[in-house]
Nanobody, 124 residues
Framework: QVQLVESGGGLVQAGGSLRLSCAAS????????MGWFRQAPGKEREFVAA????????YYADSVKGRFTISGDNAKNTVYLQLNSLKPEDTAVYYC?????????????????WGQGTQVTVSS
């Protein structure tokens, strides 16, 4: 059974940092693009960041560029999202996703698998 399990969320003050992890199991995702999305209360899910294992390319939403960093450890089948300089508007449930095609994941959120999400709350 394929699973993506996120962890690392929590409550942090504005300006603080968190590191989210997404551990994949059930199959290797070494050839799959991985991404992070988030959904705030009353809002639609939005793209945050993605990484392509082949070539190591990354892509970020403008709202998090320069503050968030996506990375991965192929050997551990784990993707990370470092969140720095957090703002109250970053408050959301953050979801990990594994896609089949990089552009489809980034542009349309088309994913093969989704995690259950981890809550990030930033207080002002």
């Amino acid at each position: 059974q394929v699973q993506l399990v996120e962890s690392g969320g929590g409550l942090v003050q504005a300006g603080g940092s968190l590191r989210l992890s997404c551990a994949a199991s059930g199959r290797s995702f070494s050839n799959s693009p991985m991404g992070w999305f988030r959904q705030a209360p009353g809002k639609e899910r939005e793209f945050v960041a993605a990484i392509s294992w082949s070539g190591g390319s990354t892509y970020y939403a403008d709202s998090v560029k320069g503050r968030f960093t996506i990375s991965g450890d192929n050997a551990k089948n784990t993707v990370y999202l470092q969140l720095n300089s957090l703002k109250p508007e970053d408050t959301a449930v953050y979801y990990c996703a594994a896609g089949r095609e990089y552009q489809a994941l980034v542009r349309a959120g088309t994913a093969l698998y989704w995690g259950q999400g981890t809550q990030v709350t930033v207080s002002s």
